[in-house]
């Protein structure tokens, strides 16, 4: 659950909600993005961000994104678990 | 100094070049006891070999950043009581399925018969609600402040929608006041610390701040890669060496200096501060967690539901509590490895991966065997 994990905004699902799928090494799910919709650090399709329990966190650069999921890859087990869990998620 | 996992880094050649300078700039015969306050960081620094790349000077010490690590028994016990109510859905994070508490764990009380659930997120927790309107869904919500406003949302969201049948059994800890209580301690004595990038990533640098000012301890937050702990490590000895105590921020492409102002904002919304909160290991500590505000009773598991509320002490034999202050290292824990094990697990270090005792089950007994067998040095 501590892991913030990357991944890239690919659409805006509910305005209001603040709700956009993110892809995150090949699975798209639903986030929060309402931790980021000001200034500098507002985020709309194609940005990447650091997700933790489906909410982006902080928006990243595409390098900082491939070198995180380097490095969670390099982690093995958690990463796969993390990943196992985000698969089941299904935020509205 | 081993090489054995310099080729594992993102660039060897930056690790090498790092390590050489850290090397230098310890002073001969001091020992450096730096201590991370994530579980994070914990995890990179065993996995990835960190402490074999450090000089025998530099101590690394694992403080009590893990969430899961840090709640006490009696809170596990009222988690359970809750789940095991007949009309209640009990939500969590993987991680605290495992979790022993005085009767087994939730993964126990499930196999006994409560609907427990694992989640990925407190949004899940929230559908599961809607989705289930003749059940009552209680999200077991823990963590530091990385967690906190995700928690804050959910909850700011369900008031919006009119869900009643949602509520919060909130143990969100913060980590500033934890901190202190180590300074305060007589157990220890630290030279600086590597701060942690993900909570800093919501509360911003600032909080550090007396930790230099009124300690005289350096603060690096750093980020999770093994060569940003390396430059975190770095920047704490270069501070010492010029007698500098300052908040760097060694994860600027990550953290703001201000942190997420919203999501301070969603947390001042929605919660305050308890008097007292305990933690394991450290004890009682005051003003460090955080309860829904009196405004969100209904949706407040602690108002809805009885819990027991009684402090439980940790079983006999686990020194977690040692471990979570940084006092011994995993591996000087009497049940360490033989009855304490992560498919066994007696305390909660051994549960989590960011737990130490399981990060130093899971590799460290490959990666720091030198530094055991030299370790520790007493300061």
């Known amino acids: 659950m501590c892991l913030g994990i990357p991944g890239q905004i690919v659409e805006l699902v509910d305005f209001h909600h603040h709700i956009a799928k993110a892809e995150v090494s090949g699975v798209r799910r639903n986030v929060n993005i309402g931790l ?19 909410f982006a966190m902080s928006k990243i650069d595409e390098e900082e994104a491939r070198s995180t999921r380097e490095f969670l890859i390099s982690l093995g087990e958690p990463f796969e678990a993390e990943l196992d869990e985000l698969e089941q998620s299904s935020i509205e | 100094m081993s090489m054995r996992f310099v080729d594992e880094y993102r660039s060897g050649e930056v690790a090498k070049r790092l390590a050489a300078e850290i090397e230098e700039l310890a002073e001969p015969g001091r020992h450096y006891k730096v201590m991370e306050v994530c579980g994070g960081h914990t995890h990179s620094i065993y996995q990835h070999g960190v402490e074999d790349l450090l000089p025998p000077e530099v101590e690394l010490v694992h403080g009590p950043g893990c969430p899961v690590c840090v709640i ?12 095991e109510r007949p009309e209640v859905i009990f939500t969590t994070f993987g991680d605290m399925m495992r979790v022993p508490a005085s009767n087994g764990s939730l993964l ?3 196999s006994r018969g ?5 989640v990925y997120s407190p949004l899940d927790a929230l559908k599961i609600a809607r989705d289930n309107p003749d059940r009552q869904v209680v999200f077991f919500a823990i963590g530091f402040e990385t967690t906190t406003p995700s928690t804050a949302i959910t909850l700011l969201r369900a008031r919006a929608e009119g869900i009643r049948n949602f509520s919060l059994f909130a143990n969100h800890v913060t980590i500033i006041p934890a901190i202190r209580a180590i300074l305060d301690s007589p157990d220890l004595r630290l030279d600086g610390f590597i701060g942690p990038g993900h909570v800093a990533t919501v509360i911003g640098t600032r909080p550090f701040r007396f930790i230099a000012r009124d300690w005289q301890r350096p603060v690096v937050v750093s980020g999770f890669e093994p060569l940003d702990v390396l430059q975190g490590v770095h920047m704490v000895l270069s501070q010492l060496r010029d007698g500098r105590y300052e908040i760097e921020n060694q994860y600027s492409r990550v953290v703001r200096d201000a942190g997420n102002p919203a999501a301070m904002k969603a947390i001042g919304e929605t919660m305050e501060l308890r008097t007292t909160f305990e933690w394991r290991g450290l004890g009682f500590i005051s003003q460090s967690a955080l309860k829904l505000r009196p405004e969100f009773a209904d949706w407040d598991a602690e108002v809805l539901y009885e819990v027991p509320g ?4 940790d ?6 509590g040692e471990v979570l202050k940084g006092v011994i290292k995993p591996w000087e824990c009497k049940v360490f490895g033989t009855a304490c094990t992560p498919e066994h697990p007696i305390g909660t270090c051994m549960v989590s991966s960011e737990g130490a005792c399981a990060a130093y089950y899971n590799y460290g007994r ?4 030198r530094r055991r067998e030299e370790a520790p040095v007493p300061a």
């Open chain 1, 36 to 54: 980021l919709t000001e200034g500098p650090d507002a985020v709309g399709v194609g940005d990447w961000v650091l997700i933790h329990v489906g």
């Open chain 2, 72 to 83: 006490p028994m009696g809170r596990q016990d009222d988690a359970i009581a809750i789940a």
């Open chain 2, 108 to 110: 126990d009380a499930k």
């Open chain 2, 114 to 118: 409560a609907d427990v659930r694992m």
């Open chain 2, 310 to 313: 009684v402090r439980v002490a």
């Open chain 2, 315 to 320: 079983p006999k034999a686990c020194q977690c």
């Open chain 2, 366 to 369: 490959h990666a720091g065997r």
